[in-house]
């Protein structure tokens, strides 16, 4: 202490130390040849000695009145971790909630009235993500989506229940039980299926023999003559069902042919399917050659990506055809819907429903054929034609891509630091496309609610603006992330707008390319759009949540 | 170190600084009942606290990257505290300037020792915690910066806006008035012995 008063007060006998100096000796802010002298006298002073006592319990006194708890914490700032914790799990739950929800209400509001009203008329329901998604092997039907949701909602429970109890778990204990379970539902249908699996170079099922069950084939030859009762999933060179088949038939080999029975559907990634026998439901191939024999028959749809078709049997409901060459001699009880270079109806052909062809060249119909819908409507598309769809199809794509950088450019200037977080958030593809995935479809379906319950209209509205806005974003998003891969990252704006620039082109180039495989172009826009979606949903909800008017600071800023 | 709940959690600190949001929880589920309880000693109201302690966290937050982590951590943090909740106070005009002038007028005097004692042994914790929040603010600070968050006389006088030389005098002249708050008189205070 360099000089505060010291000057000693004369007692009765002797002089005694100031309070001043006693207390700063208390407090050890004395030097040490001052501080001596003070524990020199105190130690033959008696008053002073009382005094130095005296301020020592003063300050005792003064700490324990203010360490004491006489009063609780205030709620929000005791239970702020509690608190914080539930509007997470809420938010988390609610999502869940929606999406499943959603998928749920979409699919029995929607899809699956219609499916019924068009199975009740007798058509199979042709549409292309009909056939892959609602139907058939690939999902086994509703059953097993339904199936689905209900693994989601025990995801959803369980996970809400690691949640609230993740006080209880490490991080990692928590992940690795997140994962375990989320690997146990996957494993569940597997289980519940309970596959039989047979490999070698050719397997045969005896007539005489009965699988039960589904059965999973791998070899060179594979023979079915006698009975599976479930589903084939079948990979080989040569196929043959000549027996039956109560399931669906997936299958990709070189050859396969069914003159057995199959109830159920076929899918098939083949060079050369042919099919005399009968097939209860639906076909679906890619494959070079179809053929449907005169003696064959399909219960239901077909659907074909093949270079050469023939029709020969009979089909029990609509034809949707993308192929080069259609010869069609057999019966249809529904309507064609063809895309491809020919199309022959010969003499020989029944056809209830229309008939629509789009194509180079003009559909040979022979005289006798019976088309009760009348003329085939024809679309002629030209080599031409077809050079100038394209020509305008890669300038709209350009157009697109340029825009788009623009659009990123301006949003990347204004918000460079947002639109950097964006790009690292994406860097976390599972939580991207996750959170996108659910948030995408959520969000809509809460702007709906909005709308129709209490805080009306304006909401739902603003609702849905911001989801088309950063569903938009979501490409850019994805865009600069791409270009993060290549050339790495930066913290510096133009350096961050061409990435974006570099990843949006490269985008536009890969986009072409997928528009020519069916259904890919929009998988990969899709994916393309969570993914941005989920990452620019990340980063809203961080900074939402450190937002000056929560109680207390919510998480940094990862 | 006085406040309650002080442990070091350096490991907090450091994955708290790199982004770790369960950190940043575990460091405020560690020291926040004891920054509330300093603002509440600090200011006038519960409801100021609250929101001050708010406040301090988020500015912690905010300059967690500048705190030296070869110094105790709860110091840098009451000194965030200090620091707020002076220039909350400054801010609203509480503060009174006047104060700095009586500074050097602290009379030298040895107060009645045994009276002194009797006093504090008369009065429960309640009863002071009464008296310092009857105190006025710059007092009631410099007492509660050194007997509740135990900071240096440094670090006092930093966060006062006095000389260091000074510190000791704004303390001394704070438990002169805390005397009269709870004795109802100056008779302590004034010192009675001769």
């Known amino acids: 202490m360099s000089s505060p008063p010291q000057t000693n007060v004369q007692g009765k006998n002797m002089q005694h130390l100031d309070e001043m100096t006693i207390l700063l000796y208390l407090e050890r802010q004395l030097d040490r040849a001052r501080a001596a002298e003070v524990s020199a006298h105190t130690q033959e002073c008696g008053t002073c000695r009382t005094l130095l006592r005296a301020l020592e319990r003063e300050s005792r006194l003064l700490t324990r009145a203010m360490l004491e708890e006489e009063e609780p914490l205030p709620a929000r700032i005791a239970s702020f971790q509690q608190s914080a914790r539930r509007t997470l799990q809420w938010i988390w739950m609610l999502t869940f909630g929606l999406a499943a929800t959603g998928v749920y209400a979409l699919y029995t509001s929607y899809i699956e009235p219609v499916q019924s009203h068009l199975q009740d008329a007798g058509f199979g329901g042709t549409n292309l993500l009909g056939l892959l998604i609602f139907q058939g092997a690939f999902w086994k039907g509703w059953q097993s989506m339904i199936s689905l949701v209900e693994i989601l909602a025990l995801i959803v429970i369980g996970g809400s229940a690691l949640l609230l109890f993740r006080r209880w778990f490490r991080r990692g204990m928590l992940a690795a039980l997140l994962v375990t379970g989320m690997c146990g539902a996957m494993m569940m249908p597997s289980n519940a299926a309970a596959i039989e699996t047979r490999k070698g170079e050719s397997i045969e099922i005896a007539k005489s023999e009965t699988v039960k069950g589904d059965l999973l084939l791998t070899g060179n030859r594979i023979v079915i003559d006698g009975t599976v009762d479930g589903d084939v999933y079948a990979f080989g060179q040569d196929i043959e069902v000549n027996g039956h088949i109560t399931g669906d038939l997936l299958t990709g080999a070189q050859t396969v042919r069914v003159p057995g029975i199959i109830d159920g559907n076929i899918r098939a990634f083949v060079n050369t399917l042919i099919i005399p026998g009968s097939v209860g439901r639906n076909v679906m191939t890619w494959s070079q050659t179809f053929n449907l024999d005169s003696g064959g028959t399909i219960g239901r749809s077909v659907l074909t990506f093949c270079q050469t078709f023939g029709l020969e049997g009979k089909v029990g409901g609509d034809v949707t055809l993308f192929d080069q060459t259609t010869r069609i001699t057999g019966s249809v009880n529904g309507s064609i819907d063809a895309r491809g270079e020919m199309l022959t109806v010969k003499k020989t052909a029944a056809v209830t429903g229309p008939i629509k062809f789009e194509g180079e060249t003009e559909p040979r119909v022979e005289d006798g054929a019976k088309l009760q819908a009348g003329a085939i409507n024809f679309t002629k598309h030209s080599s031409k034609d077809r050079n100038e769809n394209l020509r305008s199809y890669y300038l709209h794509r350009l157009l697109w891509t340029s825009s788009f950088i623009l659009y990123g450019l301006v949003m990347i200037w204004l918000m460079p630091k947002f639109a950097g977080d964006c790009f690292k958030s994406a860097e976390n593809a599972g939580a991207s496309v996750g959170i996108g995935v659910l948030a995408g479809i959520s969000l809509p379906f809460a702007a709906g609610l909005v709308c129709f319950t209490f805080v009306g209209l304006p909401l739902g509205i603003l609702g849905v603006l911001l989801w088309l806005v950063m569903i938009f974003s979501g490409q850019i998003v994805f865009g600069g992330l791409i270009g993060r891969w290549i050339l790495g990252r930066t913290e510096d704006v133009w350096g961050r707008v061409g990435r974006m620039a570099l990843g949006m082109g490269i985008i536009g180039v890969v986009v072409p390319i997928l528009h020519q495989i069916p259904v890919a172009e929009f998988l990969f826009k899709l994916v393309v759009m969570a993914w941005g979606f989920g990452a620019i949903a990340l980063v809203l909800y961080k900074r939402i949540a450190r937002t000056p008017s929560v109680p207390v600071p919510p998480p940094l800023a990862a | ?194």
């Open chain 2, 1 to 194: 170190m006085n406040a309650p709940g002080t442990a070091e959690a350096s490991e907090a600190i450091a994955r708290a600084r790199a982004g770790d949001s369960e950190a940043w929880g575990d460091l405020y589920r560690e020291y926040a009942p004891a920054i509330f309880r300093f603002c509440r000693r600090a200011l006038a109201t519960r409801e100021d606290a609250e929101d001050a302690t708010t406040e301090v966290f988020m500015k912690v937050r905010d300059k967690l990257h500048q705190y030296d982590s070869t110094r105790p951590f709860t110091s840098w943090l009451y000194k965030v505290a200090a620091n707020h909740c002076w220039d909350l106070l400054r801010r609203r005009r509480i503060r009174q300037d006047k104060e700095t002038e009586d500074l050097e007028t602290l009379p030298l005097e040895h107060p009645d020792a045994n009276q002194l004692e009797q006093l504090i042994e008369k009065r429960t914790s309640e009863e002071v915690r009464k008296a310092l929040d009857a105190l006025p603010t710059r007092a009631r600070m410099a007492l509660v910066l050194r007997y509740y968050s135990d900071m240096s006389y440094d670090e006092i006088a930093d966060a006062l806006g006095v000389r260091r030389a000074f510190v000791g005098v704004v303390l001394l002249r704070a438990r002169h008035e805390l005397r009269q708050a709870l004795e109802g008189s100056g008779a302590l205070a004034a010192g009675g012995a001769g």
